[in-house]
């Protein structure tokens, strides 16, 4: 007779283990594992008492796409495309896509700027 071995089965446990967790290769996909942008200590020009952030965004010579705004701005993609959607963010709409002036952008930042 021969003898058949079988290596036992390691088991692995995740925290969030259920029906709805995201698989690793969904997780890693997605993005989801990026750390998250800064938010906090936004660096404030000492010349205009505004945040660096909108010369950042004037001193780009192209539109800006909503993710690469998104980015910048520290949130998300959707929540751009959704002010944008609600006319609440000035934007332009070329052959469907999304684009920001930078202009346009650093002045409606300016607007709603709020010193500390």
Do not use: N
């Not at 520290?74 to 920001?100: E, V």
Request: net charge positive; charged share 25%.
């Amino acid at each position: 007779m021969t003898e058949t071995r079988t290596e036992p089965r390691m088991e692995t446990t995740t925290l969030d283990a259920g029906p709805f967790a995201p698989s690793r290769r969904r997780v890693a996909r997605s993005g989801l594992r990026r750390k998250p942008p800064a938010r906090a200590g936004v660096p404030v020009s000492s010349q205009h008492g505004q945040p660096e952030i909108i010369a950042v965004i004037e001193a780009r010579r192209g539109a800006w796409s909503a993710p690469d705004l998104a980015e910048l701005l520290g949130c998300s993609g959707k929540h751009i495309y959704a002010l944008a959607k609600s006319g609440r963010m000035p934007h332009l709409r070329i052959d469907g896509m999304i684009r920001f002036d930078p202009g346009a952008t650093a002045q409606w930042l300016r607007e709603r700027f709020i010193a500390a």
